[in-house]
């Protein structure tokens, strides 16, 4: 039986995080969520600065945080976190 609990993925859209890669970063995660058929499987939501600024640009995905993050790393962020998910 399949769970039905999703994984929460959570972006920093605080003005830092946001300025320096998340605002693209955003949008490659729609778009893998798009091309992997996630949508029943994770939350996508943004949060607000957690005066985490300096290790930025931040993200979470369930209790892995990821810091540093830049949108040419979304893709294997996303694929080591959701490993056998398929392009379809
Ligand atoms: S803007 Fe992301 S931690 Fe401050």
Request: proline share 3%.
């Amino acid at each position: 039986m399949e769970s039905d609990i999703k994984t929460v993925i959570s972006v920093c859209m605080g003005s830092s995080c946001f300025s320096r890669g998340n605002n693209e970063s955003i949008e490659l995660i729609k778009k893998y969520i798009s091309d992997y058929n996630l949508s029943e499987r994770v939350i996508l939501k943004g949060n607000l600065c957690h005066a985490n600024c300096s290790l930025g640009p931040n993200m979470s995905i369930g209790d892995n945080m990821y810091q540093g993050i830049l949108p040419e790393n979304i893709y294997d962020i996303m694929k080591s976190a959701f490993p056998s998910e398929r392009k379809e």
